[in-house]
């Protein structure tokens, strides 16, 4: 039976469609009276952030290709196995990036031998400048793999949540064998339930100081530093204090008087650090909400990237006592976290570790692949300044 349109149908019908508009609706529930629709909020997009996105699809096919190639005995691979290694479907985007880097990648053969690729001898050369970047990692690696066991409720996380995050850490692919053992005044695996766990074996006061706390640090900011009461935030939330974090408002968002004067209290409000134990503190108490969202900045600033999908942030749910309702929590903070739907999965960046699409502070590893894929030419993945540090 046709039903005569409503006014807000009429209205939805004439304005531009979702997709050509530079935000998205997120639907919140309000309490309401009447008959009255609950508003929805608008969740503006950093344009930005969903380009660093597409930036790493092509050096990621690089480097995978270049690990491919390594792994075989004469570091070479003929071009008939290459959909062994990668699938139908994924060989063909192999394939045109054989083509496009001739400066990375050699293709031989004929004259009845089969074709095959291999890296160029300036590619090999840069290639081995890994060993030494991997070695300059170690210590990251066991420093936040301590600390990402420090911030969990019992010092222990398990196993599969571990190797669910293993590649926004850093950590390598037989990590299991050829870390964890190697410091066992660290580490150690242990059965909980049928489960296994990494457990914390030592406490180390010195790593329970945040990304935050260490940032505020560098800028003469101390814990002991207080805030005027006449002192008043900036228009765009941020100001100096030991308790503040850094924000950075999306384009186009225009907080009114009343947002920052909350905002403002918000960022004065002490809290608990995220080093301490989840279970001494009340969810419902404004400063350990605040605490929780201390918690989140410092597990993306534990990955290499400063990033995560909303999934493997979901798998510390329970170690570190994270709200029920997570996507919620990181809306609501959208100065700080920025989720993005680019790709087949949600991806959450910590916004002040990137200037623009660029990530600012960039460990060994990352260095090291922003040079070998530089060999193709490309220049915007090394626009930042790099500077080894997680």
């Known amino acids: 039976m046709y039903k005569k349109p409503t006014l807000a149908r009429f209205h939805q019908l004439v304005k531009t469609p979702f997709q050509q508009t530079p935000c998205m609706w997120v639907s919140v529930k309000h309490r309401h009276s ?25 050096p990621a096919l690089i480097l995978q290709l270049k690990s491919i190639i390594q792994s075989h005995k004469h570091q070479s691979l003929l071009l008939r196995d290459l959909e062994k290694e990668v699938g ?7 394939m045109a990036v054989i083509e ?4 990375i990648f050699y293709v031989g053969g004929g004259n009845r031998m089969p074709p095959f690729v291999q890296l160029t001898e300036k590619a090999e050369r840069v290639a081995r400048e890994e060993a030494e970047a991997k070695q300059l ?7 936040n793999l301590r600390k990402l066991l420090m911030l969990s409720v019992d010092c222990r996380v398990p196993l599969e949540s571990i190797d ?11 990590f299991k064998k050829s870390l964890i053992p190697k410091y066992p005044e660290f580490f150690s695996v242990k059965d909980v339930s049928g489960r296994a766990y990494l457990h914390l074996e030592n406490w180390d006061s010195s790593l329970a100081v945040t990304a935050r706390e260490e940032r505020l640090a560098s800028d003469g900011i101390v814990a002991s530093d207080g805030v005027g009461k006449n002192f008043r935030i900036s228009k765009d939330g941020n100001f100096r204090g030991p308790q503040a974090f850094t924000m950075r408002f999306p384009a186009g968002f225009r907080p009114n008087a009343s947002y920052l004067e909350q905002l ?12 301490l134990n989840a279970r001494r503190f009340d969810i419902a108490d404004t400063k350990a909400r605040k605490r929780v969202v201390a918690v989140l900045h410092e597990l993306l600033s534990l990955t290499m990237e400063k990033r995560m999908t909303s999934a493997q942030m979901e798998a510390f749910h329970s170690e570190y006592f994270l709200p029920s309702k997570l996507l919620l929590c990181l809306i609501k903070h959208n100065g700080i976290f920025y989720i993005t739907n680019k790709g087949a999965r949600s991806t959450v960046f910590l916004k002040e570790a990137y200037d623009g699409p660029y990530l600012m502070n960039k460990c ?27």
């Open 34 to 58: 009447g008959g009255r629709r609950p508003k929805k909020r608008v969740y503006h997009r950093d344009h930005d952030l969903d380009k660093a996105m597409d930036l790493r699809k092509k």
């Open 88 to 94: 139908f479907v994924h060989k063909w985007n192999f």
């Open 100 to 103: 496009k880097n001739p400066s």
């Open 137 to 143: 990692m170690e210590p990251i690696l066991v420093k």
């Open 164 to 174: 669910f995050v293993q590649c926004e850490l850093g950590l390598p692919d037989d």
């Open 264 to 275: 403002e209290k918000w960022q004065k409000l002490k809290f608990p650090s995220p080093y």
């Open 364 to 390: 060994p590893i990352l260095s090291f692949n922003d040079k070998f894929v530089g060999l193709s030419g490309r220049r915007e993945i090394n626009s930042c300044n790099v500077m080894p540090s997680l």
